[in-house]
C-alpha cells in the first residue's frame, strides 16, 4: 500500500494522542470501580490501564521523535525510536504482570469477598467499549503505516478487552447464587493470575518484535520477491543480486546491485538503475533505495569465486 510521509505522520499523531486519552479515561473508570468493588480482577485491569497510559505517552513521544527528519547526527533519520518504545512497551507491561501475581497469591491466601460487583460490572462494560472503539481506530492506522509502535500500542489494549472480560466474568462468578463463599474467594485471584499470565506473554510478544526491527530483521519475502521483480523488470538488467532490506521507523532501507551488460556506458547505467528506483518508490513513497550497478561478467566471476569453482 502506498504511504504519503504527510498523511502517515498524521495519523500516526493522532492515533497517539487517541491512545493516551483513552487510556487516562480507562485509568479513572477503573479507579473508581476497584474502590466501589475491592475486586483483586478489577485492580488487575487498573494496574494494566495505568501500564497502557505509561506506554502510551512513551509512544507519544517516540513517535513524534521518529519523524523528525535526518540530521548531522543521525544521517539515516530517527525511525528506530518507535522500535525502541515497543521494547520500553514491553518492559512496562511485564512489570505490570509481575505486579499481579504477587497480589494474586497474595490474596488466594487471604481470601476477601467482592462487594458493589453492579457498580464494577457497568464501569468495566463502559471500558470495554472504549477500547474496542480505540482498537478500531488504530488498526486502521497499522493498515495505513505499518507502525511498530502503534502495532504494539494496539496489542496491549488488544489483551485489554481480554482483561476487561475476564474481570466481568470473575465479578459475576464471585456472586454467582448458591456457589460456596469459598469457592467465590479464590475465583479473583484465580482469574488475575490467568490475566497476568496473558499480559506477560503480550509483552514477551512486543519485546520480541521489537528487538527483532532493532537487529535489522529482512523484510518480508513477499516484499523482498516484489522488489526483485521490479529490479529484474527492464529488457537491460540481466540479474539482480546482494538485495538487503530493512525497517527504521516509516522508512523502508533497500539496497540491491543491478547486473548490466559489461560494456553499458556509465550515464545509460545510472539511467537503467533510475528507472528501477523510480519504480520502486512508486510501490514504497518513503523508501530509501541505493542501487550500485554491476559489469555481469564480474558478477558471475564473483559468484563463482564464492562457490570455490
Known sequence: MKKSPTNTALLLQRATYASVIVALVLVCGKLAAWLLTGSLTVMASLVDSLMDAASSTI???????????????????????????????ASFIAGSAFFLLVHAVERLRNPTPVTQVTAGLIIMALAIVATV??????RRVIRKTGSMAIRGDALHYATDVLTNLGT??????????????????????VFAIIIAGYILY????????????????????????????????????????????????????????????????????????????KEILRSWPSADVIIHQDPAELARKTERNEAGV
Open 59 to 89: 509512544n507519544l513521544v517516540a513517535v513524534r521523535w521518529s519523524l523528525n527528519p535526518a540530521d548531522e547526527d543521525h544521517r539515516f533519520g530517527h525511525g528506530k525510536a518507535e522500535f525502541l518504545a515497543g521494547l520500553a512497551q
Open 133 to 138: 472503539v480505540l482498537l478500531t481506530y488504530q
Open 202 to 277: 503480550s509483552a514477551g510478544k512486543i519485546g520480541y518484535e521489537a528487538g527483532q526491527m532493532l537487529m535489522d530483521r529482512e523484510l518480508s519475502p513477499e516484499i523482498r520477491e516484489e522488489i526483485i521483480r521490479i529490479a529484474r523488470t527492464p529488457p537491460q538488467v540481466l540479474g539482480v543480486h546482494e538485495v538487503r532490506t530493512r525497517q527504521s521507523g516509516q522508512t523502508m532501507m533497500i539496497q540491491l546491485h543491478l547486473e548490466l551488460e559489461d560494456r553499458t556506458p556509465l550515464l545509460r547505467a545510472h539511467g537503467i538503475a533510475r528507472a528501477v528506483e
Open 168 to 189: 466481568i466474568a470473575a465479578l459475576l462468578l464471585a456472586k454467582c447464587p448458591g456457589l460456596d463463599p469459598a469457592v467465590a474467594n479464590i475465583i479473583d485471584p
